[in-house]
């Protein structure tokens, strides 16, 4: 078993990790800090490689093995040593890492489902575009201060700036936003965004299809109300909230900022995202029935 860490990545400390190794097991241990990094060490052929990190981390892990054609290769696992830590509030893991360390020893691996862009961009957890995204943006200033409190703050700020994208979306090929302004879209694999805001309750990681959720709240008051329901997990009750399952999604906006589990990308006119089912072998604890 191989530990990856990314020294650049907020809650990652060399003696937790240390500790986290001694419970899986003696499992070896690769700092990386680029693409290079880690795929040297990938390079080494553990059968079983462990994400210390967030979501970040586990979105580079899986966007290098799918890259290498070895995503369905290896089982993969993770330990929660971000900020966020939203895949893994969906897997059920433990936010202690030595907890989380102890779970994955008791787990077993599964196939799960990943997301996969037009440009080969693997997403595990969800995918933003709009204001969701832009919120990503402005949290970063905070995090490194703040921790989780800069996302809710980035979400503020994102929220009261943003005039929103004019777009154009289709499900499965059937238009469901024909051509008007949204506040933000989201399509989700998990269920969790922001560091613990239910996103997609209903989503599991092993169901084949993408939750996608629209939200057209344009008035100030009405973001406000959505950013409100957000926090109860009640937002796709809303009237101006639009809520799908489906395979394949495809986005024609105004250019936008996407964000794939907190990774962004500015400037994003068109995308179309495809759900992968039973792409990888993830770990997965006993009794998680999200997943």
């Known amino acids: 078993m191989l530990i990856i860490t990314n020294s650049d990545a907020g809650g990652t400390r060399d003696d937790k990790v240390k500790t986290v190794a001694a419970e899986l097991d003696h499992a070896d241990i690769a700092q990386t800090a680029t693409p290079g990094d880690l795929d040297a060490a990938l390079d080494h052929g553990h059968d079983t490689v462990v994400a210390a990190g967030g979501d970040g981390s586990l979105h580079a892990l899986a966007n290098a093995l799918y ?12 330990i929660p040593m971000g900020t966020g830590n939203d895949f893994a509030r969906t897997l059920g893991l433990p936010s202690d890492p030595i907890d989380a360390a102890r779970a994955l020893m008791a787990s077993s691996p599964r ?22 995204a832009e919120a990503t943006v402005a949290a970063a200033a905070y995090k490194k201060a703040l921790g989780p409190l800069g996302y809710p703050l980035g979400t503020l700020t994102a929220g009261v700036r943003t005039s929103g994208h004019r777009m154009r979306i289709a499900a499965d090929g059937r238009l469901v936003v024909p051509n008007r302004r949204v506040l933000m879209v989201a399509l989700a694999n998990g269920r969790f965004i922001g560091g613990g805001a239910e996103l997609s309750p209903g989503s599991h990681l092993d169901d084949g299809t993408i939750d996608l959720i629209i939200s057209r709240s344009m008035r100030l008051t009405r973001r406000a109300r959505y950013a409100m329901a957000l926090a109860r997990g009640s937002h796709i009750a809303e009237h101006d909230v639009f809520h799908h399952r489906a395979r394949q999604v495809t986005i024609y906006t105004t250019p936008a900022t996407s964000s794939s589990d907190g990774e962004t990308t500015e400037g994003v006119t068109h995308r179309s995202w495809t759900a992968r089912p039973g792409a990888w072998n993830f770990l997965v604890p006993p009794g998680s029935s999200r997943a």
């Open 67 to 78: 890259r290498r054609g070895e995503l369905g290769q290896r089982t993969v696992g993770l």
């Open 111 to 132: 196939r799960l489902d990943v997301i996969v862009d037009d440009t080969g961009e693997v997403t595990v957890n969800a995918v933003h575009l709009g204001a969701s």
